[in-house]
């Protein structure tokens, strides 16, 4: 699975990482489980929203949150951050 990131991924990490560096390890983590065991228990991963234009979401961290789409050959992070933030 290729993971790509879109600008507004690129740009919401790195002001994420500003506040919590720590969390580089852990989505590193969460983006690797994603890719051996897309159903692990730990990701919580949930559908949003309907159409065509569906995004996905799985947890970082009690209240983080990372957004993506799957795409044809992988996925393109979309979004993280704070529950309230990113949706």
Do not use: C
Not at 27 to 50: C, F, I, M, Y
């Amino acid at each position: 699975m290729n993971i790509y990131l879109s600008s507004g991924y690129l740009k919401a990490y790195k002001k994420i990482l500003r506040k919590k560096p720590y969390l580089n390890s852990k989505v590193k983590k969460a983006l690797k489980t994603l890719q051996e065991n897309p159903r692990h228990s730990s990701l919580r991963l949930h559908k949003l929203g309907d159409g065509s234009y569906k995004n996905w979401s799985i947890s970082i961290e009690k209240d983080v949150r990372l957004l993506f789409s799957y795409v044809k050959d992988g996925i393109i992070l979309v979004d993280i951050g704070s529950h309230n933030k990113v949706y």
